[in-house]
């Protein structure tokens, strides 16, 4: 009994010590649901929702993935969210958690912002675009 205890123990501590939390730098995405950022660990953190969480070598080479994504929430913190009627820059959250062989969490904060593209109003490229200003992935 004293054995089965003492090895669940060390199971558990284990998996504790097997997480690791990184910070996501700052970073611009066209789209928040398929968005790839560098981290403070000198790799990336790519999030396609609804297919993937994956951690990428800076090299872009995968070095951890997940395909199960429980749950991704994205929010505008005020309104209306950025247009072309609405060119401020609206703060949002992003909320994401794969789970798996790798289960990875990731959370971003930023602001949302139109963009007017190349040619001014309307142009090619307009859009809005996501200034990500910070966030963390752990990974277990």
Known sequence: MKVKLILLILIATASVLAQTTTQIESGICRQISNCILPTSDGNRIWVDDPSFVDVLYSSGSPLLGCTNISSYNFKYLTSPPPSVSNP????F???VSCT???SIDVV??????YSNGGGGRGGAGAGV??????GSVTVQ
């Open 88 to 91: 401020n820059q609206v703060a």
């Open 93 to 95: 959250t992003l909320n």
């Open 100 to 102: 798996g062989t790798n």
């Open 108 to 113: 971003e904060s930023g602001y949302g912002y």
């Open 129 to 134: 675009r996501f200034s990500v200003t910070g």
